[in-house]
């Protein structure tokens, strides 16, 4: 449908109002396409003339219909514009006192100016976990969504909360922080979450300060970064602050402040801490002074001094540290009071007498010439010299000033780093949550640099927005399937690249900075030169100080005055070096980094004539708006890479008045924050989308028959909206919701109010015709009856007569005798009757309960033989199982002991194996020392031969051969000092293998020791056990005469039996063959150790020649160097002999390597060998055990089936098995002791050959003819050893084939062997089955004939007590407290048994005066059942089970404590068995306070699982059919649940929960006062949370929805009724609900109603019933809302019943639960104890 369409009569439209901005009219006549003007009806009855122009026409915006004013998102609203948004924020802000607003994806927060009851804790926990919409607006919720989105996306999120001074963005930042600061409370010691909410006071007093506009008015924008770890709890937080306003500490506007912490400073300048500052009055300080107004009203600055301190203190930040900074402000206001003079001639000075000015350097431990002299001078460096230029009073006052700007800068900074150290704790970041409180678009009278840095970071903030919605609008269409449009939406970059582009203004600025001659005219002139020609920028004519910039708000005029000085920040560097220079650690700190800290800056580099002096007007620095752009390019970063969640904070009116709403300062700053934008986009597309169920649910009153009779309500609302709408261009079909552009849902809903008005007129007819009838019958019918009375009156008079009066009395009189005759025959007859039913009643009722008597007896009789026979019998089991746990318990025992002995041997081979590496490495350093020698001797006897060749030619070169004779004998030098060393560090390693024999030799003697003490102590064990035994059998020879016949039968099976016996005894013969098979691999190994020691003696012998041969060649040396120069001519070139050297040498070298590979061989295949040897030693004392395991189980099984004829064989079979034992430990020391000797031997050997290779090196280089001739011959030798190595490889590998076929074969007849064996068991288990069933046959006979042969015994009475052995202790609390099922226990007997075992087990501890047993057994119940409760807590069945049980054991110890209270409801016998010598009082408490616990987790574990389903089904399920209370919510880009993944709740899923909760108790015993305390606190939560929950959704409160409400209360209270607890009063909790639901429906307009309300609102406190009434929401245009004056009556009237101002009723809160006295007549005598719980050890006495 076109718009134009909808300007039709009686529809209202918005026109512009100088006043209100807009304002309502009502349109007079329908609106046609060449109309000029449109006919308006204003609002106060005047007619109004809109002129529209022609074409085409402008008309002025619809307005919404009053059933979608009000909103919770703006976006909801069927029109879109400024108007609308306006008027639903006023609707809202006034009439429903509602503050939030959601407009898309952004909160719309107005100030209030009043505190309000919607922060409390219960508020907090009743938003978390929500998801975003489900709710009302609230700062909450978008706290939730952002730490939802956290752990579920696993993304870093941020809320950038933005707005004007005094609009509430620091109260909004904190209450987020506190949000996450409750919601992720992690229980830690580190208490990092009361840091991170202990840091706003801090950052409050030092960084705001009193505005015009605002008391607290944040002077710096912060981004604190809150920091959570893997689980999603705080661990630390981190503060980022931008363009702190430095000028306000030394200017401040009239009735404005400076900042905070001044004023705390001098409201505690009395006290003894701050005497030292010598402060004085605020109003004393020039600083302060300023503004005039040093008071803010309702702020008390002493207090706000002792929160500062204890917040420092909190943080971890020392007094030490707070003094310092105290006397660095205090140095600053006395900064303020140094008063500069003029001197004339553009001079000032400092007077010497100034008391401010020696405070300052005091305080800031400065000199105070060197401060006055450059507070009124500065230094200028030429280019030839340095002048000291005098300063004039202004430039000296600017230049304190400046210096008191800086000072407090470095103090803010230095604060903010310290809280940020303080608020990080150790460990890792996993995400964040950045919340930025920043300022807002910002446009004044007079605007300067700090409106320009402010409202160019706004230009980055919206761009970024804009961004982000334009994201979201497009994800929401591609996930609907719907084709996207592009939107056309500003984008504010040509305004960016205007501030910050090269050449921008900021460029220019920097660029005009850099001039020490530039002003803030030149720098206007430059931007008239460069920016002249952009349409976003202009300069006035009519001002030559001022340009204008086209923001995406509005436009900005900005002062040019200031803008290079405030850019610029400039300190003369003599004022740096002077405070540099002080004695004050902190305060010199500050500018030492400042002076670390170089930026780079734009500009050229100048470097000075003069090196060494800088030039302060010269000194390339950062910009302030460098620094500005730096840290806003790193915000912009963070914030892009986090999901951003958007609150706008508006300031409602500049009075700072309650609850008042001015519509121009709203609508300025809805245009200044980017809302207006978000409705603009919006408003493009398609803004309202609807679900097909709530499309289906709305409008199904438009439906035709056909239409509604579909069963696919998709394709329904397809053909409802196709058949209405004609143009298809007004709506789109997404997957799950219809798009609808702006207008049709107004359209729509006029439709369905028509279509609702004609069916009221239609009923209305109806009714008005039924009433009339009625009433026209009623009419009727009472003149007929009239009627009908006076003609009979009539009849009767004329019928009336003397004789007819008389005749009638006659009848009456003989009617009344004869009636009564009759009637007392007929009693007697029934009497008669009656008796004779009696009697013979009577006599069968005689005649029955004889009969049930005699039966009784008989049954007693039975029980009593029966209870007899299953006692012995059990007495047998136990017993033979007793008998049977011993004997396994001790085989187990030797099987221990066993195992224990062959893991010592173990340990001895390994220790043996470890010596035998070590011999290995020994022998491998031997043969490297052997290797190294052979190599020196080729070496030599390479030299040998090349010198005998040239004996000729060796006069010649006889000098040259000597120098190399004395190189060689440097070289000896130095090589006999590395042999040295290395003989040192073998002989340090040989002592240390020495001393590590000795210990390990002292270990096992000790080890030794230890074993004969622990086989003493087996020993004496084994006879102890020996003796019960021959005890045992000495019992069981008493019953061989009863089992003689018995004995005979089983002979022959024994007999069998010995026969398997001895067959495995056979194969037990094949141990004896792996011993020898052992030996033979143990004699293998000594003649492998033998060939080994034979090859080494060799290898020693041949060295030993070897060093003969060479120590006889020093005759020949001699000779050799004795020759003259006759033979020079023969000798050869020098160059010859070292390549014959050269090839000598690396032959040597390869056969060396060759050898030493051969035997690197060897060794490993030896090692190997010996590895093996190990390992088959190894695997046979481990068959050797196994087998002795299964020899000693075969005999065990053999004693245990001839016990009662054999003699027990186990203790000399274990002397043999500790003979064997004591046996192999002796070879194992003798073993290890030889290798003692023989290592000590080849240490002696290497040692000995260590020595002697040193005195042969010493004579290397004489023996070079000799060592030629021995080498070939070892060369020969070694040849023939390798031929000898590889013959003996062959060998051992083949028997290493051998010895791997052996074990292979050994493997197969040992898993043969235990095959067989557990035939054998299994045979034997059936034999044993066998001789059980004999016995109970026999046992079973031998009862029946001594029943037969006695007469009937006298039955024996029970004390209903039972008796436990204190062993059994462990065993009762398993198996009757933890092991317990409650689900068996309550189908098959008494619920409450536990409770009466318990107290029976007790009365027994008293019987028999044992304290101990007494104490231990209550604790270790009590521990059982706290450990069960607490293991279990959400086990419903199983905490009702133990609540009942010890709601019965404390009304037992109650009932038999003897105590008269008690007593008098019991029976004589119960009071018999009372207890007798202890006072369990104390136990009673104990057992009470552990009832008490059960019963609060039971309630806690109902209320988990009922609280999920209390919201659907009390609320939002709509119990009664045809009253639907849905209405048009509107599209809210937020997470939330998919409809068919979320299970659905109704008021039966509750009812039925709650019958669930009621059986489980009735099944379990539960006492029925106890059930009711239960059923009372679970309709409280009921009633509480569905109450809270109404509270904060305004879409809940409507008149239908009260009607739902009630009708679901209904439901309970017929549950009640069912349950027979309609006279408890349970339904009294649900009053607060049933009264909220009546508010809703009731009427609600005039002063009677008011009254009424007051009234019957008892259980409702004020601040809830006027949250109702402002929160109720028409459904439909026949409602009207609550007007503001009837809540105000309502308040006036409430005033006396005011009793809480709490908004939300705590859900959790707990009744006091009472156990009241409970008589039981159960008597313990006759209880019987179950065989499912496993107590057969209790004893019944």
């Known amino acids: 449908m076109a718009l134009i369409q909808l300007y039709t009569r009686y529809n209202r439209v918005w026109i512009p109002d100088a006043e209100h901005v807009w304002k309502s009219a009502e349109i007079l006549r329908d609106f046609h396409d060449g109309d000029d003007c449109l006919q308006l009806l204003l609002e106060n009855s005047t007619e109004h003339k809109y002129i529209v122009d022609s074409s085409p026409p402008e008309l002025p915006p619809l307005r919404n219909p009053d059933i979608l004013v009000g909103e919770n998102d703006l976006t909801a609203l069927s029109y879109l514009h400024e108007p609308a948004v306006l008027h639903n924020l006023k609707v809202r802000f006034l009439e429903s006192r509602i503050i939030y607003t959601y407009c898309g994806i952004i909160l719309v927060a107005l100030n209030p100016y009043k505190q309000l009851h919607i922060y409390g804790d219960a508020i907090i926990h009743a938003y978390s976990g929500q998801n975003m919409g489900n709710m009302d607006p609230h700062i909450f919720a978008v706290a939730e969504e952002a730490y939802k989105q956290l752990a579920r996306n696993h993304k870093n999120q941020s809320i950038i909360i933005s707005g004007e001074s005094g609009a509430g963005k620091t109260v909004s930042a904190r209450y987020a922080m506190r949000y996450f600061a409750v919601v992720s409370k992690s229980g830690s010691k580190t208490q990092v979450e009361d840091k991170v909410l202990a840091s706003n006071p801090i950052t409050e007093a030092i960084g705001n300060a009193k505005t015009i506009r605002n008391d607290n008015s944040s002077r710096f924008g912060k981004f604190t970064e809150i920091s959570f770890d893997n689980r999603y709890r705080i661990i ?538 009625r009433k026209y019958q009623r009419l009727r019918q009472a003149a007929i009856l009239i009627q009908q009375y006076v003609r009979g009156k009539r009849t009767v008079r004329k019928a009336v007569s003397a004789a007819n009066l008389k005749q009638g009395w006659s009848a009456v009189v003989i009617q009344r005798y004869w009636r009564g005759f009759r009637i007392q025959k007929s009693y007697q007859t029934v009497r008669l009757a009656i008796i004779t039913i009696q009697a013979f009643t009577r006599g069968w009722l005689a005649r029955k309960s004889y009969s049930q008597l005699v039966e009784a007896r008989k049954a007693l009789v039975l029980q009593k033989y029966a209870r007899a026979w299953l006692a012995r019998r059990r007495f047998k089991a136990m017993r033979q199982l007793v008998h049977q746990v011993q004997l396994s318990f001790r085989v187990q025992q030797l099987r221990k002991k066993n195992e224990e002995q062959s893991k010592e041997n173990c340990g001895l081979v390994e220790r043996l194996t470890s010596l035998a590496n070590s011999h290995s490495q020994a022998m491998d350093r031997l043969h490297a020392l052997e290797t190294q020698l052979e190599k020196s001797a080729i070496q030599k006897a390479s030299l040998a031969a090349r010198e005998k060749k040239a004996k000729e030619d060796a006069s010649l070169k006889l000098t040259d051969l000597q120098r190399e004779v004395d190189g060689l004998i440097i070289k000896k030098q130095t090589m006999e000092k590395t042999f040295e060393a290395s003989a040192k560090q073998q002989q340090e390693k040989f002592d240390q293998i020495k001393m590590t024999l000795l210990e390990e030799k002292e270990n096992q003697a000790r080890l030794r020791k230890i074993a004969e003490n622990n086989l003493d102590i087996q020993r004496e064990e084994h006879e102890k056990e020996l003796a019960i035994l021959k005890e045992e059998l000495r019992r069981l020879k008493d019953e061989r005469v009863s089992l003689k016949m018995k004995l005979e039968d089983c002979e022959q099976m024994s007999a069998d039996l010995q026969d398997q016996v001895a067959q495995l005894t056979k194969h037990v013969k094949v141990i004896p063959e792996l011993r020898r098979d052992l030996s033979n691999l143990q004699n293998q190994k000594q003649t492998i150790d033998r060939r080994m020691k034979q090859q080494s003696e060799e290898a020693r012998a041949k060295l030993h020649d070897i060093s003969k041969v060479l ?140 020595q002697k290779k040193v005195e042969e090196e010493s004579s290397k280089c004489r023996n070079f003819e000799d060592q030629t001739q021995v080498l070939e011959e070892a060369k020969t030798t070694l040849q023939g050893q390798i031929k000898d190595l590889q013959e003996e490889n062959d060998h051992l590998s083949r028997q290493l084939q051998m010895e791997r076929d052996a074990k292979i074969r050994l493997r197969l007849e040992a898993a043969e062997l235990s095959s067989r064996n557990l035939d054998f068991e299994e045979q034997l288990d059936q034999k044993e089955r066998v001789i059980k069933q004999l016995e109970n046959q026999m046992i079973s006979l031998e009862t029946a004939q001594k029943a037969q042969k006695t007469s009937s015994p006298v039955p024996k009475h029970y004390l209903g007590m039972l008796e436990y052995n204190p062993e059994d202790e462990p065993r009762l609390i398993q198996n009757l407290i933890l092991d317990l099922k409650p689900k068996g226990v309550a189908v098959n007997m008494i619920p409450v048994l536990p409770a009466y075992i318990l107290f029976m087990c007790i009365r027994h501890a008293d019987y028999m005066n044992n304290e101990d047993k007494l104490r231990s057994f209550m604790n270790a119940t009590i521990s059982a059942v706290k450990k069960v409760t607490m293991t279990h807590q959400n086990d419903l069945a199983l905490l009702s089970f133990w609540l009942s049980n010890m709601y019965q054991l404390l009304n037992c110890l109650k009932q038999y404590s003897g105590e008269v209270e008690f007593s008098k409801h019991s029976t004589a016998r119960q009071v018999n068995n009372c207890l007798q010598n ?111 929950n109404l509270l904060l959704r305004k879409d809940m409160c409507s008149c239908r929805k009260g009607m739902q409400i009630r009708c679901n209360i209904s439901y309970l209270e017929e549950w009640l009724q069912e349950k027979d607890f309609q006279s408890c009063n349970f339904i009294d909790t649900l009053k607060p609900l049933i009264e909220a639901a009546w508010l809703l429906q009731v009427s609600k307009s005039t002063d009677d109603d008011a009254k009424a309300i007051t009234e019957k609102c008892t259980e409702l406190n004020t601040v809830q019933i006027v949250k109702i009434l402002n929160s109720y929401t028409p459904v439909d245009l026949f409602e009207k809302r609550v007007a503001s004056s009837f809540v105000r009556k309502v308040q006036s009237l409430r005033q006396d019943h005011d009793s809480a101002a709490q908004l939300m009723m705590d859900a959790h809160y707990r009744f006091p639960v009472t156990f009241p006295f409970c008589a039981s007549s159960q008597a313990l005598e006759l209880l019987q104890v179950p065989n499912s719980l496993h107590l057969e050890f209790l004893t019944m006495i």
Request: aromatic content about 10%; hydrophobic content about 35%.
């Open 1111 to 1250: 120590s006889g060649s020093v005759v020949k040396e001699e000779v050799l160097l004795g020759i003259t120069a006759d033979y020079s001519e023969k000798t050869y070139e020098a160059e010859d002999l070292l390549a014959a050297f050269n090839g000598l040498e690396k032959a040597t070298r390869t056969l060396e390597n060759h050898r030493k590979e051969q035997k690197e061989i060897y060794e490993t295949q030896i090692e190997g060998l010996r590895l093996k040897l190990d390992y088959l030693q190894n695997e046979n004392s481990s068959l050797q055990t196994f087998f002795t395991e299964k020899n000693n189980m075969n005999e065990n099984i053999r004693q245990e089936v001839i016990r009662l004829s054999s003699e027990n064989a186990v203790i000399p079979e274990l002397k043999v098995q500790i003979s064997e034992l004591q046996r192999q430990k002796h070879e194992c020391e003798v073993l290890v002791e030889e290798q003692r000797k023989e290592l000590e031997e080849k240490a002696d050997e290497i040692k000995n050959t260590l």
């Open 236 to 773: 630390g937080a981190n503060m980022r602050t931008y363009l702190l306003e430095k000028s306000r500490v030394v200017f401040q506007a009239e009735s404005e402040r400076n900042y905070h912490i001044f004023y705390q400073l001098c409201a505690c300048a009395h006290l003894p801490q701050f005497k030292a500052l010598k402060l004085m009055s605020a109003d004393e300080f020039h600083y302060t002074g300023m503004g005039g107004d040093i008071i803010i009203e309702g702020v008390d600055d002493r207090k706000g001094m002792e929160e500062t301190q204890q917040t420092f203190s909190l943080l971890g930040l020392k007094e030490d540290f707070q003094s310092d900074v105290f006397k660095v402000l205090a140095a600053i206001l006395h900064l303020g009071n140094v008063e500069i003079k003029s001197s004339g001639d553009d001079r000032s000075s400092i007077s010497n007498s100034d008391s401010h000015l020696h405070i300052v350097c005091e305080l800031l431990a400065v000199r105070a010439d060197d401060l006055v002299r450059w507070l009124c001078n500065r230094r200028l460096v030429l280019v030839a010299e340095t002048v000291v230029k005098p300063l004039p009073k202004e430039r000296a006052v600017n230049s304190r000033d400046a210096l008191a700007k800086r000072t407090y800068a470095h103090l803010f900074n230095c604060v903010i780093n310290r809280i940020n150290k303080a608020l990080q704790v150790p460990g890792k970041q996993h995400a964040f949550i950045g919340v930025l409180d920043i300022y807002g678009f910002e446009t004044f009278d007079i605007n300067s640099f700090e409106q320009f840095c402010i409202n160019y970071a706004n230009e980055k903030l919206q761009q970024q927005f804009n961004l982000h919605v334009f994201k979201l609008e497009q994800e929401e269409y591609m996930k609907e399937d719907i084709p996207w449009t592009l939107i056309d939406f500003y984008d504010n970059q040509p305004v960016i690249d205007l501030i910050e582009a090269k050449m921008g203004i900021l460029d220019l600025l920097d660029e005009e900075c850099l001039f020490p001659q530039g002003t803030d005219q030149s720098w206007l002139q430059k931007l008239s030169n460069y920016l002249n020609s952009n349409p976003l920028f202009e300069l006035p004519k009519l001002s030559n100080e001022t340009f204008i910039i086209q923001h995406f708000a509005d436009k900005v005029e900005y002062q040019c005055k200031g803008f290079l000085e405030k850019n610029r920040d400039a300190l003369y560097e003599e004022l740096v070096d002077v405070l540099k220079a002080s004695k004050f650690a902190f305060l010199a700190k500050f500018f030492q980094e400042d002076g670390q800290s170089v930026p780079n800056m734009k500009g050229i580099k100048v470097k000075p004539a003069k090196p060494g002096v800088k030039s302060a007007n010269k000194q390339l620095r950062a910009s302030v708006g460098d620094k500005f752009c730096s840290s806003l390019s790193l915000l912009m970063e963070t914030l892009n890479a986090t999901t951003p969640h958007y609150v706008r904070c508006i300031k409602p009116n500049d009075e700072k008045l309650p609850f008042q709403y001015d519509s121009g300062r709203v609508v300025q700053q809805l245009r200044a924050c980017g809302v207006l934008e978000t409705i603009r986009i919006s408003a493009q597309s398609y803004p309202s989308r609807w679900t097909y169920f709530e499309f289906y649910s709305r409008y199904n009153v438009l439906m035709t028959n056909e239409e509604s009779s579909l069963d696919d309500k998709t394709q329904t609302c397809k053909y409802v909206l196709q058949r209405l709408i004609q143009d298809p261009n007004q709506y789109k079909f997404g997957r799950t919701k219809i798009f609808l552009r702006a207008g049709q849902v107004a359209y729509l809903e006029k439709l369905r109010l028509d279509r609702l008005r004609a069916a009221c007129i239609t009923i209305q007819k109806y009714v008005r015709g039924w009433n009339q009838r």
């Open 1478 to 1588: 202890f006072d369990l009082s104390d136990h009673q408490q104990v057992v009470s306070d552990l009832a008490i616990c059960i019963y609060h987790q039971f309630i806690a574990a109902m209320e988990r699982a009922l609280t999920p389903a209390i919201v659907p089904g009390m609320l939002e399920h709509e119990s009664l059919q045809g009253i639907s209370s849905m209405k048009l919510r509107g599209f809210i880009k937020r997470s939330r649940k998919n409809n068919d993944d979320t299970e659905t709740y109704t008021i039966s899923f509750i009812i039925q929960r709650l019958s669930h909760f009621y059986s489980n108790m009735t099944q379990h015993g539960t006492e029925p006062h106890l059930i009711k305390q239960v059923v009372k606190q679970l309709l409280f939560h009921i009633g509480a949370t569905t109450l809270n």
